[in-house]
C-alpha cells in the first residue's frame, strides 16, 4: 500500500489513517526530537523548504513563498492524508476501508521562530485564528470533505516535532465516531430539555463558579468538570453557535485575548508545560434532514486546552477512562493567582 | 477533595478518576524517569518496601512478605482508587460523580528485577496469568466491583515508573463507556447474524492470512485489520468464553507461550519497544436480563499488545482517531520472520 487509506473495525469503531508516507519522518520509531538549532523550515527567509504556500496574510508588495508574511499556511510536509484523488468507501468483509483522501496543512503563526503563541500580540494571534477561517471556508467548498479540525502541538510530551510556532488543520472524508458521539449527545439533551448542552454547561460553571477562571466579551474560560488533564482548559463562547467560520473579527480578537490569558497563566503556574490546543467545531455538511438542522442548532464549537505531562499507558488506552490528579477546582485556584505555585 | 473521586461530564461521557494522592508520585509532571539504579521496592528481599502483599506464589515454607515467592501481589503504593469505602453515586445538576472506589494491585511477575516477562520460563509465565485469575476470582466477592480490567506498561513511552517487571490490575465499580461500547457492538453483532463478532473476526483473519502471526493450540496471535498503532498485535482465543478466570491450566500455558513469542518478535523487529499489554475480560455482573445472558455469549476476552512510540497528540485526543505509519499486513511480515528488518 502506498496510497493512504482509512480503515474502521467493527469490535473498536475508531478509524485509523494509514500513512506509510509519514514513517519517513526522522523521529518515527523513536523518542520524538525537536529540531532546534538545525535549519527553520518554518523561518521567514526559508520559504523554499516547505511546499508552496496555500494561504498567507502578507504585506501587499510581497510575493507568495517570499518573505514579507505575518501567517502562513502550507500542506503539511509529511501529510497523514492526500489531497489529490478519488474518494471511494468499500467494504471488505467485516471491515471498512475509505481512500486516504484529506487535507493536512500547517499554519505557521509567526515568521519569527523564537517567539511562541502568546508571546504575539493580540492583534497577531487574531490573525493567525482568522487564517483558520479563511482555510475552513475554502476547503468547505470541496465536497468530499466532512469534518474541519484544527490542533496545535506544543513540546514533545504534546506530540510536537518543530519548536516554530505552528498549528495544524485537516479536513477528513468522515466524521470520527468520537466526534459523532459528542454531537449525538448534545442533540439528544437538546431534544429531551430544549436547551443546548453548551448553554447548560456554562450556566452551571457560573452557578457553581469554583472551576471559572476568566472572561471576557466573548468567551468564559474554566477548568472542565470531569477534566481528563491536570490543569485542563476549555473556552466556550458567549454566543451559541456551531461553525468557528461563522465568528466576527471581534470574536476572534476576544479569543486571541482569552487564549493568551490562558497560555500565560500556564506558563506562569506549570513552568511552560506541553499543550495541545483543540479547535471543534461543527461539520461540514450533513444529509438535509431534521437531524442536519437540529444538529446546528445544538452544538456550539470550541476550543480545549490540555497540558500534557503523563503518557497514555495501559489504563487510559484500553479502558477509555482517564486518572486526573489535579481536581479542577484547586487547578481553578491556581490559575486564576488565588494560590501562590 | 482528599478522596479520590470518579466523575463524568455529558459531553465527552467519559469516566475519569481524580486521585489526588498519586501527585506525591515522583514523576508527575515532569517526564517519565525510570527507577533504576536505586532501591528496587520489588526485588526479593525488600519486601518491607511494599504494602503488605494479598496473594502471592510462594514455596511451602516461605511466610508472607518474606523471600521465597515466584509471583507476588501487592496494593498499589500510589493507588488511583481506594478499596475502604462505601460506593456513593450521586448526581450534581448536569454532573455525575461516583465515590472513589476501587481494587489497584501490582503483580510482580519475577523476584529477579533483571528478567522482563518474556525472559521467564514458559511456566513461569503461565503462573503470572494465573495470578491474574485468583486475584479476578477473589475481587468478583465484593459486589461494589463491576469490572476488571489488567494491564502491563513496560518503558516511558508506555507509561512505566518502575523497570521491575510488573502488571497491574484495577477492579473499578463501574464498566467504562469504551468498554460498554465493545459490548455493545459485540452483542448487536451477535443478535444480527446469531455469530459472535469475535469469531468473525478469527474467521476473517484466517481466510485471508494476511495479518496471521502465528497461532498455537488455544490462540490466534494476528495484527489487526485497523490497527491504531505500529506493529499492535491481538491475541484471540480459539475457545469462545467471556471470562478469562474461566480459562484452564492448559490454556494458561498457551497463552504463555504465544505472548513469550509475541513480546519476543516485538524484541527482535523493533528493538525492545516499550508496550502496553490489555487484557480484557467480561464485565463481572450484570442484570438478570436477557442482555445480560446475550452479553455472556457474545463477549470474548482477549489479548492486545501495543508497542508504542509516538506520543497521542492533538489528532488522537481530539478526534479519537489514530494515524499509523505501518499497515497490519506489513508488521506481520516482519513478525512471522518473512523480512529482515
Chains 1, 2 share one sequence.
Not at 21 to 40: H, I, K, M, N
Request: proline share 8%.
Amino acid at each position: 500500500m502506498t496510497q493512504p487509506e482509512f480503515r474502521r473495525d467493527p469490535l473498536h469503531n475508531a478509524w485509523v489513517v494509514f500513512a506509510p508516507e509519514r514513517q519517513r519522518r526522522p523521529q518515527d520509531f523513536a523518542a520524538a526530537v525537536l529540531q532546534s538549532g538545525t535549519l527553520d523550515p518554518f523561518a521567514e527567509g526559508n520559504e523554499r523548504l516547505t511546499p508552496p504556500e496555500v494561504y498567507a496574510l502578507r504585506s501587499e508588495k510581497s510575493k507568495p513563498n517570499e518573505p514579507g508574511w505575518r501567517v502562513r499556511v502550507v500542506p503539511n510536509r509529511y501529510p497523514a492524508m492526500r489531497i489529490e484523488g478519488q474518494l471511494e468507501a468499500s467494504p471488505s468483509g467485516l471491515y471498512d476501508r475509505l481512500t486516504g483522501i484529506g487535507a493536512h496543512e500547517v499554519i505557521i503563526e509567526t515568521p519569527d521562530g523564537a517567539l511562541a503563541l502568546e508571546e504575539l500580540s493580540v492583534p497577531a494571534i487574531a490573525e493567525v485564528f482568522f487564517s483558520y477561517q479563511s482555510r475552513m471556508i475554502d476547503l468547505d467548498k470541496d465536497s468530499r470533505f466532512q469534518q474541519i479540525y484544527v490542533f496545535k502541538n506544543v513540546g514533545p510530551s504534546a506530540g510536537a516535532s518543530l519548536v516554530h510556532a505552528h498549528s495544524q488543520l485537516v479536513a477528513l472524508p468522515l466524521v470520527p465516531p468520537f466526534v459523532e458521539g459528542k454531537l449525538n449527545r448534545a442533540r439528544e439533551h437538546y431534544v429531551t430539555k430544549q436547551r443546548s448542552l453548551f448553554s447548560d454547561i456554562l450556566h452551571t460553571e457560573k452557578a457553581e463558579a469554583t472551576r471559572l477562571v476568566a472572561e471576557n466579551d466573548s468567551y468564559h474560560l474554566f477548568c472542565p468538570f470531569a477534566s481528563r488533564f491536570p490543569f485542563e482548559l476549555a473556552i466556550f463562547p458567549k454566543r451559541h453557535q456551531p461553525d468557528y467560520s461563522m465568528c466576527t473579527s471581534v470574536e476572534l480578537h476576544d479569543l486571541a485575548e482569552v487564549v493568551q490569558f490562558a497560555l500565560k497563566r500556564l506558563n506562569a503556574v506549570l513552568e511552560k508545560p506541553g499543550y495541545n490546543l483543540l479547535l471543534h467545531t461543527a461539520p461540514l455538511r450533513r444529509p438535509q434532514t431534521e437531524r442536519f438542522a437540529s444538529t446546528r442548532y445544538d452544538y456550539s464549537w470550541h476550543v480545549e486546552i490540555v497540558p500534557r505531562f503523563n503518557s497514555f499507558a495501559g489504563f487510559e488506552i484500553g479502558l477509555g477512562t482517564y486518572i486526573n490528579t489535579v481536581i479542577p477546582e484547586d487547578a481553578a485556584r491556581f490559575l486564576r493567582g488565588e494560590v501562590q505555585t
